[in-house]
């Protein structure tokens, strides 16, 4: 039996829907006939490319300088208190989609599950898959009593593909007024711009952990990323002292990676680490440890001092441009 | 300024985690400890009470086997009292049923000025549990702060996006939860663990806060089946002779990368 009606809460970037909303609005459709999109800000932006992946409504309501997750959660309660409810709503593991979806949660009175990687019209139910201990292990879940269910996906989960659907149709909704729970105002936005490739778009990345010893040798990962026309990344261990800004962080609570070659200089390899990068088709890693977990994972581990073995290189790439 | 901090106590990170067989929830039966994750929000708290003035720092905490050992820690940082809810039917509880725990011994403890929790719990990651919190008070939050200054009745936050940050102001009372990076906590003191002794923990249960249902009946969910994952396999490994880097500009030629 399908899904009667799906949600997507969308998310965009510079007003483009990003890819972790097309992966969903693509799972989404493989659901249900009836895939709508709630979005905040400028619906009619987006209305073409996530129709073009199979959904045929659009919610967008305005936030104003409200944080999204309380405004946008108060838009979802409206749109379904009038009686159009969905089944399933499908939200991406960002910051936004997580608070969205916690603020539902209370309004509707309804679990969440986060951190799924899959998702299933199962005979007894809506069924998510989540991985744990770094994703040795799949722990499915079914969701029990009536719907709206709310579930959060890493990205990456799923791959996106057009369907040539039709723009979809444009909704707008007005954000209720918030009362005291609305409090919190955003007043300046501050962007953390970094060159080169998108960390999670990337075909190589070069990542750098506590390894490397101190701030100043970040440079050796920098340098080698742009040989190599990689996006630096970097583990939380590195991010939490500070010498490179969050943007930078793989795992589980940074950005989730799959390039084609993946470079870990100076990491252990902890679960939570590797919940970001294990979807990479290729694994590098140089660290001095033979012990270390990364090891594991790695198809070509180099048991070695990162301050030897990435000065060679850096000197071996210079020599062959 | 009176502020209170979530502490969850949870199984050693050092430690393997581990499903109960027939549960398939995480064993949380050994000695549990305070997770690095809540001590930020402990050490803002005293901080943020220090530059007010006055007032102080409480603690609420949900736990199976009345533990308090993790409370004790926060209470040897410098916490002055702590409400624990445990109660053998909070078994299977989901991150909504957790929310309204937390919200409820908040309210026991009369509220405060400021709630702050950590942005995700080591063990469960739901990362919801905050912001549920909020909407249950009924409070105005701010998620994933990494700096914060008060001014008289309002904050001012700097909270991480994934671009970049965000300046927020959000007026008081509110919830907010805290990044791990946020300031470095402070080592009890030998005087402070043994002064966290006789600190008061009130201890209660789901049904003394009027919370029901909760444990496996107040789920939503339940779990049908626990999978291995495949495995990725090992590949090559080498000791650096000096010339390992050759290794890699060769793996990185047939990749067609270089
Ligand atoms: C809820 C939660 C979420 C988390 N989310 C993330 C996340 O998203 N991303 C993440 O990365 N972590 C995350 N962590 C943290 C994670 O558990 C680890 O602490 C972190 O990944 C460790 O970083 P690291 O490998 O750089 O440091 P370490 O674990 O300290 O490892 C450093 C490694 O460098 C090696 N080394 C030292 N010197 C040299 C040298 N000269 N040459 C070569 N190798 C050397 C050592 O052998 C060691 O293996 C999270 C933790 C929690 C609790
Ligand atoms: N049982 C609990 N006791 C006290 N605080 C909790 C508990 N569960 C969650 N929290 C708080 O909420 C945060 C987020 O938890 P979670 O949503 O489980 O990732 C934690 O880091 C704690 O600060």
Redesign the interface.
Known sequence: MAIKNVWVFAQT?DGVATTATLELVTKARSLSENVSVFVSGDGAAIAAAVGDFGATKVYAANCGAN?P??AM?SAMKSVIDAGESPELIMFPQ??EG??T???L???L???????NVDVED?T?GV?VTT???G???????????SGP?LAAFRPKSFTPEASGGAAAAVTAVVVPDL??????????????ETTGPKLDEA??VVSGGRGLGEADKYAMVEELAKL?QAAPGAS?AI????WV???YQVG??GKVVKP??Y?AAGISGATQHMVGM?GSK?I?AINKD?EAPI???????????VH??LP??IE??KA?N | MNIIVCVKQIPDPAAPGALNSDTHTLKRDGKLVIDDADMYGVEMALQLVDAAGGGEVSLVSMAPNGETSGMRTALAMGAAKGVLVSDPALQGSDALTTAKILAAAIQRLGGADLIIAATESSDGYTGTVPEQMAEVLGLPSVTFTKKITINGTAIQASRQTEAGYDEVTCPLPAVISVTAGVVEPRYPSFKGIMAAKNKPVEQVTASDLGVLPVGWAGAGQKISSVTQAEARQAGEIIEDDGEAFNKIVGFLENLKVI
């Not at chain 1, 994703?135 to 009593?145: E, H, Q, R």
């Not at chain 1, 090891?295 to 001092?305: H, P, T």
């Open positions: 970037s944080l997750g309380v959660a960002s910051y997580r608070d979806m916690a603020r949660s209370v309004k009175d309804k679990t969440v599950i986060t951190n199962a007894d069924t991985p744990i201990f994703g040795n292990t799949l722990v499915t879940s079914t969701f029990t009593g269910h009362g005291v729970a609305g409090g919190a105002q955003v007043n300046a936005v501050h962007v953390e075909n190589v190599l939380r991010v939490d002292a500070g800004p969050y943007s589980q609570t084609s070659v470079i294990k290729n590098i033979k090891f594991g994972i790695a198809d070509l581990g180099i048991v070695g001092d030897k073995v060679k290189l071996a790439l062959r």
